[in-house]
């Protein structure tokens, strides 16, 4: 891995998806609320005796965003898995794995990158997962990116087409009614 990789890797954003990954995973293990697991921890940093390091901002936001949309996070998961593969079986750490990203992917693209929440994602399945994980992850992330690009091209074709549609009705209906004006105003002559 080159310098500039090695420094990126442990930038703020990838250690706030790493301590997304740990609280999301604690949060299945102990079956608590993940954003409980988030505000026990800014309130055990405020104690410098506990030695607990503050909640990053991105972390909590991150956090909060799984555990909002988790049942589409988790359907979009789920659907891009190979048929012999379900959610519950993955490991629970690739799951949280795949959560994260999968949150970057479809509810914070607007600010993260494609291509920078899948290469996030399989770093951390490098980091946490078996030597399987990466593959897999990337596959998923990749089917889950796919689909999401397939859903927008499909959502602006159908408004352009409902925008040229509108347009045409009404040019329609202009012209049904000029038309009815103009027959008024013959059959008045006649």
């Known amino acids: 891995m ?7 890797r442990h930038g703020a954003r990838f250690r706030a998806r790493r301590r997304a990954v740990d609280m999301l995973f604690e ?3 102990r079956d608590i609320d993940p954003v409980e697991i988030v505000e026990d921890r800014r309130e055990l940093s405020r104690d410098e005796a506990n030695q607990v390091a503050p909640v990053n901002d991105y972390t909590a936001q991150i956090v909060g965003g799984v555990a909002e949309n988790l049942d ?7 659907g891009h898995l ?3 593969w379900t959610l519950d079986r993955l ?29 996030e994602g399989i770093g951390l399945a490098k980091e946490y997962g078996h030597d399987k994980a990466p593959g897999y992850v990337h596959a998923v992330l990749d089917g889950i ?8 091209k499909e959502a602006a074709d159908a408004a ?30 006649d």
Do not use: C, M, Y
Not at 72 to 78: T, V
Not at 145 to 152: F, K, Q
């Open 2 to 8: 080159s310098e500039e990789k090695n420094h990126h």
């Open 27 to 29: 949060a299945e293990f």
């Open 72 to 78: 589409g996070i988790d359907g979009a998961i789920a």
């Open 82 to 84: 190979s048929s012999e």
């Open 91 to 119: 490991p629970a750490v690739d799951r949280a794995v795949l959560r994260v990203s999968a949150w970057e992917l479809l509810h914070n693209h607007d600010e993260i990158p494609e291509k920078v929440a899948v290469d």
């Open 145 to 152: 990116s796919r689909s999401r690009r397939i859903a927008e």
């Open 160 to 189: 352009a087409l409902s925008e040229t549609t509108d347009d045409a009705g009404t040019d329609e209906l202009i012209a049904g009614i000029v038309g009815d004006d103009a027959q008024d105003a013959q059959d008045a002559q």
